[in-house]
């Protein structure tokens, strides 16, 4: 007697190929996520670490310049995956939030120099495109400036940056996405 039946054989394999591009879509996406948290980290950290440098320059002439170039050996990549648009030096509440047009906005194109009292100049590759919060400007001194700065100045430092996919998993978002990160830091007073 012939027995008629369905074989299992091979039920295993496409199984497996169902859902191999589920378990692909998974692993790509674990990946990108990984590199734009990686990304969004190492700007963080220099937008703390620029803030800082702003607080502690005050109103120092080329403050400015030394908080743009530790941004940009904080952020260097050898990879093109994130690449920085602008920096913004500008004065904060407690909050965080800009104070009226009280900002200086570097642009990542060209350069800027800045010469300093004992002779040494910084170069970097910013452009001051708006010109509204210069160092000058800033206040110090703990008992205030008068004015609109009653106390000391709350310095704030925002990084524009891009992140480029790196795989095609996200393409139909575009190429890139575009993220900003700020942190503020109360300037050192002077007495």
């Known amino acids: ?19 191999l591009p589920v378990l692909i879509l998974l692993v790509v996406g674990l990946i990108e996520f990984s590199l734009v948290w990686n990304s969004r980290n190492t700007v963080l950290f220099a937008s703390r670490d620029g803030s800082m440098l ?3 320059g005050g109103n120092e002439d080329g403050t400015d310049c030394v908080v743009l170039q530790r941004i940009e050996s904080d ?15 500008y004065w904060s509440d407690r909050n965080g939030d ?6 200086n906005v570097y642009s990542r194109s060209g350069s800027t120099s800045c010469t300093y009292p004992d002779g040494n100049t910084i170069t970097v ?3 001051l495109t708006t010109a509204g919060y210069l160092e000058s400007a800033r206040c ?8 609109s700065h009653p106390t000391v100045d709350t310095i704030g430092v925002r990084v524009t940056y891009q992140h480029f996919w790196a795989t095609s998993f996200v393409r139909f978002a575009g190429n890139s996405v575009t ?7 109360r300037a050192e007073p002077q007495l």
Do not use: D, H, W
């Open 75 to 89: 952020v260097y990549s050898p990879s093109t995956a994130l690449r920085i648009q602008q920096v913004t030096v």
């Open 98 to 103: 800009q104070i009226g047009s009280n900002q």
């Open 125 to 127: 590759p910013y452009t």
């Open 54 to 56: 702003a607080a502690e």
């Open 179 to 185: 993220f900003s990160e700020s942190t503020i830091t």
């Open 1 to 19: 007697m012939v027995k008629f039946g369905r074989s299992e054989k091979g039920q295993a394999i496409v199984e497996f190929a169902l859902l």
């Open 140 to 147: 110090s001194t703990l008992a205030g400036c008068g004015g």
